[in-house]
């Protein structure tokens, strides 16, 4: 062991090098300006004869240490506010969405009943207009010639089914297409016809437009290749199941001339 080892250090303990230069800074800038002041003064003033105790600042001071505590609590209630303001326009934009698509679901719905109440009105006018037409159609069948025998129950046959539909390929009872409407008419005075149009063109008797009788069969398109069939009813009218806008109906040969016609009665 040292024989120096028990004998104490009166060396000071060394200050911080921080410490050290925040006092010397400190001081520097107190003598600065008392010696600023004494040039600036008279030049027989009294020479500055007291001294004055500068509080000594360091780092563990009370004065630094509640300055630091305060710009530590503001930055942190800033860094709150800002995170407070970010959740807020988050929850604004969320809602701002929200109110869009329901609003967008909300038209669409609208829209749909829209046209759902479009299509039943224009379904209610159709059916309307379809009881308006039969009935129509039924009183001025009244002005045309009354058949009688085989020609009056086909035609009578063929005016109960005005109103019904057109589909393509149907036999009845409520739709039918051209050559079926024929064949059923004729099966009511045991007449049984071909099928289709183009066959049916071909039955019978060929006779002129201008000797046309009721019951006579008409044609459009060429003997053996007509595309369509219906029925002379007299008066320059015929019954047919014309097309899927106008169904069963009685209309005027002047407007859609046939092309031949055949006898079977």
């Not at 071909?194 to 437009?209: E, H, I, N």
């Not at 199941?241 to 040969?253: D, F, H, R, T």
């Amino acid at each position: 062991m040292s024989h120096t080892a028990h004998i104490r250090s009166h060396r000071k303990p060394r200050r911080s090098s921080s410490k050290l230069a925040l006092r010397a800074g400190v001081a520097g800038g107190v003598l600065s300006t008392i010696a600023v002041a004494g040039s600036a003064g008279p030049a027989n003033a009294e020479p500055v004869t007291e001294t004055i105790e500068m509080p000594a600042l360091t780092f563990d001071s009370p004065q630094l240490a509640g300055a630091v505590a305060l710009s530590a609590e503001a930055t942190q209630q800033a860094a709150l506010d800002l995170d407070l303001q970010t959740q807020e326009n988050a929850a604004a934009a969320k809602a701002a969405k929200a109110a869009k698509k329901a609003k967008a679901e909300a038209e669409r719905k609208a829209e749909a009943e829209r046209k759902a109440e479009e299509a039943a009105r224009a379904a209610a006018e159709e059916r309307s207009s379809r009881s308006s037409e039969r009935t129509t159609l039924s009183g001025a069948s009244q002005s045309v010639s009354n058949a009688s025998g085989s020609a009056g129950t086909v035609v009578a046959f063929l005016k109960a089914q005005l109103g019904d539909a057109y589909v393509m390929g149907a036999t009845g009872p409520n739709s039918w297409d051209c050559s079926s409407l024929v064949q059923a008419a004729f099966r009511q005075v045991g007449i049984d016809l071909p099928r289709v149009s183009q066959d049916q063109s071909l039955a019978g008797t060929q006779v002129s437009l201008d000797n046309l009788q009721v019951g006579d069969i008409l044609y459009w398109g060429g003997a053996g290749s007509a595309y369509h069939t219906g029925v002379y009813i007299g008066d320059g009218k015929y019954l047919d199941a014309a097309n899927p806008s106008k169904g069963v109906v009685i209309q005027e040969l002047s407007g859609y001339p046939a092309s031949g016609a055949v006898r079977v009665l």
